[in-house]
């Protein structure tokens, strides 16, 4: 195989610049399909070789014939070896692309397993992995069974939207079906499942060949529901090394990506710990770097550039060559984000020597703090978190479709 590769990254969000950076200086050519509507964001351009640009429809979605037609006349003249979806909204038009072109990677199939929130409860209960009691809305005699044996309160969630996009919580079987009616013909479109309290836990890692070479297992303290529905301050920190959480979900994790077929890639996946059993339950997962800037915290805790990585990865496997990770620290990380009042917020009082990583975003305050002691990184937590909420905090209401 050639030494220089082509590698076609799609994102219609903005996101991957070290991704993009990386695979450049891998040796490989390097083209970006994005959203027409990103154009003129920061994209890292000196590491691209070509954009191409694709315009959404009235609802959001695009038109994968159009992609198809587009990708086709592109490849008159240049070659694609890969194809990499760098967000979640991506998965599926990768994974179209890759079959229909024949490119290696993942295909459909498989790439439901990391995107449909129904395929991805399915498969796991298919392979003994412990799930909430769920249900598609295809049939109404099982929603009605469903509703005979679930305690409530349950969510009614989309199958292939990310983060909380979207989710209803409903408090008996009446809701369910107001909702259900609500829904409509979009309804097939929908999932319901009974709504476990515990805490929420997620874990980033890296693959190759159906090994994790590298797992880092963090605990949500306000999870992306509690904050999309509630207006919440976003918080996240590593949990104790060598704990018996850490080693649970390590094992968990383990077993979703050999139930789902991965074989290599990035991965971040969600798990419940139950408050009534202790028992480690799987949420959902997908295979590419977690959102809401936890790359960030990762590196941090183990100076390991999940996104970098995840290019190199890309083009040892690729290249049939063996990859070397680089060598991992054991540090403690957290993250807090929250959406401001003020457009360009004054962060010169957040100031202590662990804060390790600025968010420069509008309207937007974002801090990543690294220390050896666990602790102190929650006492830093805790404290910037009153400081946010007394000075800055605003909340917006949560959509039910994305936007970009």
């Not at 009691?133 to 929603?143: A, K, Y």
């Not at 080693?247 to 077929?261: H, P």
């Not at 977690?290 to 970098?308: D, F, P, Y």
Request: charged share 25%.
């Amino acid at each position: 195989m050639s030494s220089t590769l082509s590698f076609l990254c799609i994102s219609t969000y903005f996101k991957g610049n070290e991704f993009l950076r990386a695979c450049k200086q891998a040796g490989n050519k390097v083209y970006l399909l994005t959203n027409k509507k990103l154009e003129f964001k920061p994209w890292v351009r000196e590491y691209i070789d070509e954009v191409f640009y694709v315009e959404e429809k009235a609802d959001g979605s695009f038109d994968m014939n159009e992609i198809i037609l587009g990708l086709a006349y592109m490849m008159r003249s240049r070659k694609i070896d890969r194809i990499v979806a760098l967000d979640d909204f991506d998965v599926e038009k990768a994974a179209h692309l890759r079959e229909h072109f024949r490119i290696p990677g993942m295909g459909q199939t498989t790439g439901r397993h990391f995107r449909d929130k129904l395929a991805m409860r399915m498969k796991a209960q298919e392979a003994g992995i412990r799930v909430p009691l769920f249900s598609s809305l295809f049939n109404d005699n099982e929603i009605f069974e469903f509703t005979q044996k679930v305690q409530y309160p349950c969510v009614v969630k989309p199958r292939s939207e990310a983060s909380a996009t979207g989710i209803r919580k409903v408090y008996n079987s009446e809701q369910l079906w107001e909702v259900v009616h609500y829904l409509g013909d979009r309804r097939h479109d929908y999932l319901v499942e009974q709504f476990r309290p515990g805490d929420v836990f997620h874990v980033d890692s890296l693959s190759v060949q159906g090994d994790f070479v590298f797992t880092r297992a963090s605990q949500y303290l306000s999870t992306p529901m509690e904050v999309a529905h509630g207006g919440g301050i976003f918080r996240s920190v590593i949990v104790p090394f060598g704990s018996a959480d850490d080693f649970a979900l390590r094992k968990i994790n383990a077993e979703v990506m050999r139930a789902f077929g991965m074989n290599y890639s990035a991965s971040h996946s969600e798990f419940i710990k139950d408050y009534e059993t202790g028992e480690m339950i799987f949420l959902e997962t997908a295979s590419r770097v977690g959102g809401a800037n936890l790359a960030e915290m990762v590196e941090a805790s183990s100076g390991i550039n999940l996104w970098r990585e995840w290019a190199n990865i890309e083009t040892a496997v690729a290249k049939c060559e063996e990859y070397i990770l680089p060598e991992v620290e054991n540090n403690y990380a957290g993250i807090i984000i929250s959406l401001v009042r003020q457009q360009y917020p004054d962060l010169s009082s957040f100031d202590a020597p662990e804060v390790y990583w600025r968010m420069n975003e509008e309207y937007h305050i974002g801090l990543v703090v690294k220390s050896e002691s666990r602790e102190r990184v929650l006492e830093l937590l805790d404290d910037y978190a009153d400081k946010i909420f007394k000075n800055f905090h605003a909340s917006a209401p949560i959509r039910d479709r994305p936007s970009h």
